[in-house]
C-alpha cells in the first residue's frame, strides 16, 4: 500500500523556519510524483510545491517562491520541504502527496495523501 505520513509542524514565531518530512511506503520515489499542499482554515487547499520524477521542483503557489524549497531523498524514500522567512498566513495544515509520474505537469490532485501536520507561525 502507499503511504505517506508527514511530521516537523509546529508553533514557530513570524520569520522563522522549520522543516517538514514526509516518509514514504509501499512504493517507489523513482516512479512517483510528490507534492506538498495546504489547507488553512476557511480557505481552499493549496499546492505549494510538487517535486516530479526527474527531480524538477515547481512552486504554483507564488506567495512561497524563495521561501520555500522542496527537496527528496530517494534512499531514505523521504521527502522534505524547508520553510524559511514564516509568515503568519502560512499557518495551515500541510500535506504531502503522491501520484504516478508526470502528476507534477498535470491538472486535479493527487490519489494518495498523508495526514497533515499543522503549522502555526505566530507573531
Known amino acids: 500500500d502507499v503511504q505517506l505520513q508527514a511530521s516537523g509542524g509546529g508553533v514557530v514565531q513570524t520569520g522563522g523556519s522549520l522543516r517538514l518530512s514526509c516518509a514514504a511506503s509501499?512504493?517507489?520515489?523513482?516512479?512517483?510524483?510528490i507534492a506538498w499542499f495546504r489547507q488553512a482554515p476557511e480557505k481552499d487547499r493549496q499546492e505549494v510545491a510538487c517535486?516530479?520524477?526527474?527531480?524538477?521542483?515547481?512552486y504554483p503557489t507564488n506567495s512561497v517562491v524563495g521561501r520555500f524549497t522542496a527537496s527528496s531523498d530517494n534512499a531514505k524514500n523521504t521527502i522534505y520541504l524547508q520553510m524559511n522567512s514564516l509568515k503568519s498566513e502560512d499557518t495551515a495544515v500541510y500535506y504531502c502527496?503522491?501520484?504516478?509520474?508526470?502528476?507534477?505537469?498535470?491538472?486535479?490532485?493527487?490519489?494518495?495523501w498523508g495526514q497533515g501536520t499543522l503549522v502555526t507561525v505566530s507573531s
Open positions: 509501499g512504493f517507489n520515489l523513482d516512479d512517483y510524483d
Open positions: 502527496a503522491a501520484d504516478p509520474a508526470g502528476y507534477c505537469s498535470s491538472f486535479g490532485y493527487p490519489d494518495y
Open positions: 517535486i516530479s520524477t526527474r527531480g524538477v521542483v515547481t
